[in-house]
């Protein structure tokens, strides 16, 4: 629907486009889950002392 009407080279850019967020929405994700593994480890410290 979006992309009815585009030329190729307007696709193709917007294409770039959605794949360049996706990755930085990739590495959002893995930073997170990565702080979400950190904070679990940190509770686990906190309780064994």
């Known amino acids: 629907e979006y992309l009815q009407g585009k030329t190729p080279e307007q696709i193709v850019k917007t294409l770039d486009n959605l794949e360049h967020i996706a990755k930085s929405r990739q590495t959002e994700l893995a930073d ?17 002392t």
């Open 32 to 48: 997170l889950l990565q702080l979400a593994d950190l904070l679990d480890f940190t509770k686990e410290l906190g309780e064994v």
